[in-house]
């Protein structure tokens, strides 16, 4: 008999073994899962290769892994495929991030519930702008998106249920449009972190000072000072 794990599947632009460079879980060896497709359109979006779904870019899952560079390449997998191929690979982390593009544009419930029953932990990096389907246990990481080019909302659904929101901050613009956020949405004890957008010097001493004026954490992209993906 077929099981929802068995049917859905999963457009993977890339799969990796790393540390994890972002909010709370910085330092957590973990395996990440990047999707493909996002149509919230941040200019300053690290990952733009992920952003289009061309059937055309459709690849065998060795292609997908075998890429040497940054592509819109995706392979399709089930769950099931994914696990087989995290435990093929020898990867040791026990924690998975789904990342992309935009993951909550898929029901993520069947591969955080597989991994979960595997002994995983499971967190998501969201942008809000999706209703955010996962399990009770699951981590999720929000990075609100305001007045993006797609002109998609932030889900009042998606704020409550973050674990951390983790705001990308260049501007004061940026800091004004989380606290509107905050009190738009009544988001009172979550964990906030702010990251400077692209390592800017501005962007960092302005995140630095706006996390100690209001007791929030700062989030500077570990991976990227290190040279690690
Ligand atoms: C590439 S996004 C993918 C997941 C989801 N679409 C989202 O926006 O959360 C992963 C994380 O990277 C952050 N990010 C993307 N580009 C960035 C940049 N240039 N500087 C700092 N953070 C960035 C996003 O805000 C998000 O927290
Ligand atoms: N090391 C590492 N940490 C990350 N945290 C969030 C990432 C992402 O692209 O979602 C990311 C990434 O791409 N690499
Ligand atoms: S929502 Fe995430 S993936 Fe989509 S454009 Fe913005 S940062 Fe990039
Ligand atoms: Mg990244």
Redesign the pocket.
């Known amino acids: 008999m077929n099981t929802t794990a068995d049917i859905v599947k999963y457009k993977i632009n890339e799969l990796f073994e790393t540390i994890q460079g972002?909010g709370s879980y910085t330092g957590q060896p973990s395996i990440f899962i990047r999707l493909q497709g996002?149509p919230?359109g941040?200019s300053?979006?690290?990952?733009k290769h992920t952003w289009d779904v061309e059937l055309s870019d459709e690849v065998s899952p060795e292609k997908m892994l075998a890429k040497t560079h940054e592509t819109p390449l995706w392979a399709s997998f089930t769950p099931q495929d994914i696990l087989t191929l995290v435990q093929h690979k020898g990867y040791q982390a026990k924690h998975i991030v789904i990342?992309?593009?935009?993951?909550c544009m898929y029901d993520l419930t069947p591969l955080c519930e597989l991994f979960e029953e595997q002994g995983y932990s499971a967190q998501i990096?969201?942008?809000g702008t999706f209703e955010v389907k996962t399990t009770a246990r699951c981590w999720v990481t929000v990075?609100p998106?305001v007045n993006m080019r797609g002109g998609y909302e932030i889900l009042t659904s998606a704020m409550s249920r973050a674990n951390e929101i983790?705001h990308?901050v260049a501007t004061e613009q940026h800091v004004d449009d989380l606290k509107a956020l905050l009190k738009a949405h009544n988001i009172v004890d979550t964990a906030i972190y702010l990251?400077p957008?692209?390592q800017k010097k501005r962007a960092t001493e302005l995140a630095i000072s706006t996390c100690i004026a209001n007791n929030w954490r700062l989030s500077i992209?570990v991976h990227k000072y290190i040279g690690i993906e």
């Open positions: 972002e996002c919230v941040c300053w979006c690290d990952t990342t992309g593009g935009e993951p990096e969201t942008s990075s998106k983790k990308p990251q957008i692209s992209q």
